[in-house]
């Protein structure tokens, strides 16, 4: 497999010809010529039916040709229905500049959308009277007679990012409305606005800003939402006042451009560029305000990027959100879609990408890891219709990929020269080739995924070795797993395999093996098809194990095959931050104990061991394993993660028999179970199990039957007086 490269094409769209002040009208080629109104009736009807206006469901309605209008004192179309979406798809309504004729005319309309019209020279362009609730946008309307938008009793409607030009009286006319939003429009006429008894908002608060005044010279010394502090922001430093009751707060200073297919920057300073990019900044924290065209390039460290649920998208090709040389960034809450990389991290570590949605078609990698990119966390993501859902490459290690959904991809996961990586508690579901893969990559763990009905491989090792496989569900693949080439020294125990067409299968060169099980009586594998090609076997001692091994090939044998699925009796941990694995409990001087360092959101297990607890140099301590490495970690660096939400929990002889119920509101770091359901209102609650106790009250039983309970903020297990 080759080194894979992108080239981000960023194109710049430019505004030209839209601020003239003067307009000769000319006619445009049509196959149309306009005799007589077109309607767009309530019931969805198209009269006449020759108008060139297409629809094929009663809501978009696109028009199919430019219109030329002959007649006068008329209006070009009228709308009789509502919720509706108008699309010029870039075609051009023209008239003669006649006195009483309108482009476009709403009357009492609800719902509707006007948008990609070019309307020019009407009396007026578009016209609403008696309307509510809708939204003229991305027109372009020149050499209106009279007025380019007029809104007559209407209000709550929405008129943004218009070019509105060269009309002979009014850019925008409001007689009797209000409470309508109208901001990123373009204004070059001989008079801006007219209003009668009305009061508007004309911005979208800062540092959105509002509209584009060719009437208004001011300065721009100063920048913040009071404009009081020092440094520039494209913003003039004061409103631009149409009358008492109506002001733009935030006038720009240059036209405002759509974002369409740019290129976003969080620059190393802090500041977004371009300025009005829909992205609120507070502090270190970057929140969409809306959906965006384009991609984003991330330049700064210590930041946190919250996509609000909006969506990011591109036309095919490109990062959808890059990363180079970044720490300490968070990006998440995003719906990434139509890229060639959704979120991209090359030579970056220590990062977080979280809850994020990359399932409608990015061409490449839904999540890409590369050169060296270590530390990272990838947790809680939905990644569909990409080709490598998540991809690491090129040394990158140290990284923990959990608990996302990654279905319906090419490839499911897959690591390339990667080493010392967490991979657990995914759904790795449907994807066409397989779920995952690991070439040349090793020292990596494989933990309680659930990897099921993908196309060829469940699981695919590829001349990689010293792996740790372990606790997984491996069902309904045509192989289970498959390993390949020199793949040998890897540890492949307490996982299922069950329905694949073939559970496991060796094509190793040199006859290299592997280690099939965990010793007794802790055990191997369970086989689905383990009794039909054992029929004489017998179970060992009620111990769970069977009395004859599960034989792949001469040198891969699992010796203590299980009777029943694997389910884990121990809780999982996983770190809050980059943890320390110690080979005994408590912090020497210049940290001598220290066994390796594990990634935040690796999945550890409790082993039991009868100092688990104890309390030393101001920590609590727990013996874990992780792979092939057990050793201690301190209790107050981690928190429970319970996969399989088995019940009752142990803990050091401990059994839980109450969970604590709290609103997601309440938790520090977000939903700690994996995948939870969308929350779809205020009452939403979840349970979680915490290792330290923080989020969790109630009692329960030792072995000995003494009643405890656990004491939040690490203070452990006590006794309940009776």
Known sequence: MSRRTVSVVIVAMLLAGMLTVAFNVQPVRSDYVWTETIYIWADGSVQPSTAPISSVDNVTYTLTDNIVGNVTDSSAIIIRKDNIIIDGA????????ASNSTGIELYASRNATIVNMKITAYGR??????????????????ASKWDGIYLYSSSNNSVSGNNITASNATGIGLYSSSNNTIYRNNLNNTSQV???????????????????????????LYSGPYQNETGSDGIWDHPYVIDAYNQDNYPLMTTYVPFENQTIYIRADGSIDPLRAPIQ???????????????????RNNTLIDGNHLTLQGSGSGYGIYLFRRENVTVRNAKIKAFGYGIWLDSSSNNTVTGNDLTEVNGNDGIGLYGSSNYNSITGNNIANNGYGVWLDSYSSNNSVSGNNITNNFYGIGLYGASNNSISGNNVIANSQWGIS??????????????TTNGWYGIILYDSENNSISGNNIANNDYGIELESFSDYNMIYHNNFI?????????????????????YPSGGNYWSDYSSRY?????????GIWNTPYVIDANNIDNYPLVNPWTPTLPYVIPTAIINVRSYPGIPENDANVITKLPKGSVLQIVEHPDNGKFVDGYHWWYVKFGIVKGWVAEEYVKGYDFQKQQP???????????????????????????????????????????????????????????IKYLSGGGGWVDIDD
């Open 90 to 97: 870039g075609h051009t309504l023209q008239g003669t500049q």
């Open 125 to 142: 362009g578009i016209w609403l009277a008696s309307s509510s609730n809708n939204t003229i946008s991305g027109n372009n309307i020149t």
């Open 194 to 220: 007219y209003s009668y008894n009305s009061t508007n908002v004309w911005d979208d608060g800062y540092p959105s800003g509002g509209n584009y005044w060719s009437n208004y010279p001011d300065v721009d």
């Open 281 to 299: 900044r507070s502090g270190n924290f970057y929140t969409f305000t809306g959906n965006i065209n384009g991609s984003i390039v991330v330049e």
């Open 438 to 451: 690991l070439l040349y990559s090793s020292s990596n763990s494989m933990t309680v995924n659930n990897i």
């Open 499 to 519: 329905d694949n067409s073939e559970n496991a299968h060796v094509s190793i060169s040199g006859g290299y093996s592997n280690a099939w099980d965990d010793g």
């Open 535 to 543: 029929p004489d076997a017998t179970e060992i001692d009620a111990s």
């Open 649 to 707: 929990k142990t803990l050091n002889g401990v059994s839980l028999t109450a969970y604590h119920v709290c609103y997601e509101g309440e938790m520090a770091e977000g939903p700690t179970v994996i995948n939870p359901p969308k929350i779809t209102g205020a009452f939403y609650k979840e349970f979680l199990y915490s290792a330290q106790g923080v989020a969790m009250q109630g009692t329960g039983r030792a072995i000995d039957g003494r009643s």
